[in-house]
């Protein structure tokens, strides 16, 4: 017995002639194709999309959305310019009649893109209204993303590798803005482009008796990893005396272009030069520096402590993203991180049992975490990491309390619902065994308010990710009396942790890493270190930084009669041009490379850094020139750039042009001159903020400080060596400064003396020390939180 109606049984009446049966075969919300399977990462094209309606029809005011993940890099579609890059376009076709049917009566299609268009995950959409009129079922929407008939050049691809990346239709047939999921996603693999950069892994520091394995990897110019090329190479070793040697290795035959060079053992003490090569791929070349010393019992290792997956709002499934941090990214750590709201009991079970199976001790720690999404107002964002063996307390603890923050997916119905909400309820969830856990609040998309703080849970704070470097809230956190370590994380969405590369969106920063000191290279050995604070902080290197006082480590708590000096030891590839020491929020102690090697008479720089605002969209885009009159610009090198699309030219004999982005960190550009005591030197730069509703072709300036210029002359800054301008934002600023023509240190050691920087007697110090290279990559070490007397 069927419960549909039969038309025969409405007797005699009147209607177009077969509409009935073709109308019911079609699928009732329509069905939406494109011709293509496959995207390379980053590349230029135009995408063509076709929606046929479905049974149901489009109503007079109806609309669609054509929406995709809002993580996804993919440029800002424009409907302002048709001649310009990433304009979307809509067309209406007719479909054909039955005799008796009336054409549809829509007059135009109005198309718009709304970065937040529709619900997360699939919030960025292209907004399609129809004008005046009806569409019939059969009809059609051709929907050109890079609609290149009138001259311009594409649309911009996604920047990094994702299986099954979709497209999702959502119609609203009735008019009545209440949306249903066409079946059928569009569904693209996005591969890896040609190879363009070899990349080269090793720790900085290893004991004298200790082996090591180097990475060597193969990516393409936006950072992803090649797939089935497997070329040989050469590993070449270079010691401190002079001695050379070498191995080759092969990357693999299937899946990453990954070797991983296993084994290698450096007896003498001293800086080592490791270089790698392709056979015929000569100019692809690389290397990295490893220092081989004693060891006094701890051994530095690399953890990432926020890697997301599909499993809620991340790139590519589980396993991927685990493997990629072990096998590509050559992590010692990984810290995998689930949106508490987000994921499935399903899924998170089946996470934890897949971290405790790669887990292995020697070779990769794993954990299993969550991040907690409470509203800034509530707390703000906090990871918990799991650093015990056994079935984690999550999503319920052994009362059956819910330990989430809410629950919501895509799947869920109905309304939402707090579960451990404020932050107050989180803490009482794992107070009872801080030792198991470790709480670490960061700045994402809801910064951590530092008005909450648990000092038992809370050891480490996130001084850098993808979101951007925030060294305000690290200070801020010390300066409250907090005695919290420097931890810096990739918080990755986009299937390349450890240090993970740029995108162009909000994660337009390089992930970080945590540097951890441990006596162990397990789980309880790691974790133990972890809840010591005895970390750094880096920017996605493997750089080495270390803080200490006698026997006290960083991280710890101690007391000093004065006589001993703070020691700091500092490890790089790209050479150290700057040392502070920070108490709290304030420097108080401070090394200028650049001047302790001697300024050059002809070298300077341009530097651009921090962000706009403290929250989500924080990033401050500068767009502007570099002037110089009186003498010629010989040459010019830009560092700190973060992707391809941040670049600086020469845009005539006397002036080079720059667009980039900054999101907490800093870019730069070096400059050399004819003669700078000639000089008149003028940087002109506009900010804007990330476009978060609006034209991307008109994006918003930022109101405190849309137009910036610098003006001195080579006489001026031969005297005093730097005009540096404070902008308002959050450590946003501009400088022009002189640089050294002198190499830049790798291995930097040296002493504090503690009487000369005036510290009172009858309070505790948080000291710290940052650490900047010339390619602006930077250190933080954990707080020594010294008392004295």
Known sequence: MTLAFNPADAGDYIAPVGLYARNKALPFLGSVQCERNQLVAGEWTELTLVYEVGGSGLADGAWLKLAFKFYSDWALFQTSNPLGADFVSAEYQAGPLVPGQSPATVQHLKVRFDQKGHERPFQKAVLIDIVDGYLNPGDRIVIRLGDRRHGGQGTRVQSFVEAGFRFRMFIDPLGSSKFAEVPGDCVFDIVPGPPAHLGLIAPRLIGTEESFDAVVRLDDAWGNTCRELPRAGTLKLHGPDGSQNEQRFALADEGWAVARVAGLSLSQPGEWRLEAALDGMPSLSTRAFVNIAQRDGLRPLYADLHVHSDDTIGTNDTLYNLSYGRDVAGLDVLGYTANDFN????????????????????????????????????????????????????????????????????????????????????????????????????VGGRRCNLDWHHPQLERLVEVGSA??????????????????????????????????????????????????????FDRDGVGQALRARRTFATTGERSYAALQLGSHWMGEVCRSAGGQPLRYHLLGDAGWESVQLFRGEKAVWERNLHQELGFSQQRIRIRLGGARIKDRYRAACWTGTVEVKGTSISAFESFGFDNPEQTCWRENTTTLAFRTATHGDTDSIELTLGALVNAEITVRAQIHGYVKVGDPLDPPAHPYAPDVELKISGRELLAQHALVRELPGAELRVSIERITEQPLPRDLQGEIDLGTLALDADREHPLFITARQRDQSRVWTSALFLRLG
């Open 343 to 442: 994921i499935t009991e399903k899924r998170w079970d089946a996470a934890v049992e897949l971290i405790h199976s790669l887990n292995e001790s020697g070779r990769f720690v794993c954990y299993p975490g969550t991040e907690w999404c409470g509203n800034s107002a509530a707390g703000g964002d906090r990871n918990v990491v799991f650093l015990g063996h056994g079935k984690p307390r999550f999503p319920f603890d052994a009362q059956g309390r819910l330990v989430r923050s809410f629950e919501w997916n895509e799947h869920t119905a109905g309304t939402l619902k707090p579960g451990a909400w404020p932050v107050d309820e989180l803490y009482a969830a794992y107070a009872d065994d801080p030792d198991g856990h470790l709480m670490i609040p960061h």
């Open 467 to 520: 979101w951007g470097q925030f060294h305000w809230v690290y200070a801020e956190a010390l300066e409250r009396g907090y005695r919290v370590g420097a931890a810096a994380n990739s918080d990755e969405h986009q299937g390349r942790c450890g240090g993970g590369v740029p995108a162009t969106a909000v994660f337009g920063s390089r992930g970080g890493m945590t540097g951890v000191l441990a006596e162990r």
